[in-house]
């Protein structure tokens, strides 16, 4: 690396500081909308910029890795066109201070660089995958929470066409949106009693009319870097009431605990998911 490049490293690392900070304190106060960015549009992003890949799910990309390079031209295009990839002169402008960098070295947008920092920076992470039922066979919206230290979220929800759309929320609201995730159609009624099975039983015995009638299946996974294991729950929703399926140690024997719960139950019990990774 030059000396110039590195001074461009530098001052671009500097920015994006700038933008990821400016993010957060749009997040502070409730959850905020940024922007929708398709699988090739984050891949040239990435690209150009030589900004870190997160390991996010990607389908599109992931089943047209050939058609992605060739495309990659063309996306480029549309993404300067669109003013997401931008020279540093009018990035500049748009953030209102002098160019730091050589004027003409392309950089993300203020809100895309912001993004792509807090999808590497968290310091705990909280996945989550919703698998139902459509004409024809199953469909999946995968959604990520990256946890920032101050407080905030940066949310990622990916579709099955490889569609990205990211929001900032402050962390304590993310079990109430986990809870709109995984119950879209608000059935969870009220709370049932515990039953409590061996871990290896099939959704055959879990009761309630589980494994017929489930139309919404959410498996949700919080961690952080360093933790020895993640925390795991299942949320199986049916026509009739939101069930919650969780692993558990008794007497020295894993077993699955099962219940169904109240909408006021599934955003605290989802609350203390997240709660647990980042308090760790």
Do not use: K, N, Y
């Amino acid at each position: 690396m030059t000396t110039s490049d590195a001074a461009a490293a530098r001052q671009t690392s500097d920015r994006t500081l700038r933008c990821a900070a400016s993010i957060l304190r749009d997040g502070a106060a409730g959850r905020t909308p940024l922007i929708d960015l398709l699988d090739e549009e984050l891949d040239a992003l990435i690209e150009e910029t030589g900004a870190v890949r997160a390991p996010v799910w990607a389908p599109w990309s992931d089943d047209h890795d050939e058609l992605l390079r060739v495309a990659r031209p063309v996306v480029r295009r549309s993404l300067l066109h669109r003013r997401l990839l931008v020279p540093e002169a009018l990035a500049a402008e748009l953030e209102d201070r002098e160019p730091e960098i050589d004027p003409q070295h392309l950089v993300s947008a203020p809100a895309v660089a912001g993004i792509l920092l807090l999808r590497r920076s968290a310091q705990s992470v909280s996945t989550g995958v919703r698998t139902f039922m459509v004409e024809g066979g199953t469909r999946e919206l995968r959604w990520v929470h990256f946890h920032q230290s101050g407080g905030t979220s940066l949310e990622e929800l990916v579709t099955a066409e490889g569609e990205h759309s990211f929001s900032v929320l402050p962390t304590s609201s993310v079990g109430e949106r986990l809870a709109e995730l995984v119950d879209p159609r608000s059935v969870a009624a009220e709370d049932g009693a515990v039953r409590c099975l061996p871990a290896d039983s099939p959704p055959e015995d879990w009761g309630g009319s589980i494994a017929e009638g489930t139309t919404h299946l959410s498996r949700l996974v919080a961690t952080t870097p360093d933790a020895a294991e993640a925390r795991a729950v299942t949320v199986s929703v049916t026509g009739e009431g939101v069930h919650l399926v969780e692993g558990a140690t008794e007497d020295g024997q894993e077993i699955l605990r099962i219940a169904e719960v109240s909408a006021d139950s599934l955003s605290r019990i989802l609350s203390g998911l997240v709660h647990t990774t980042t308090e760790a």
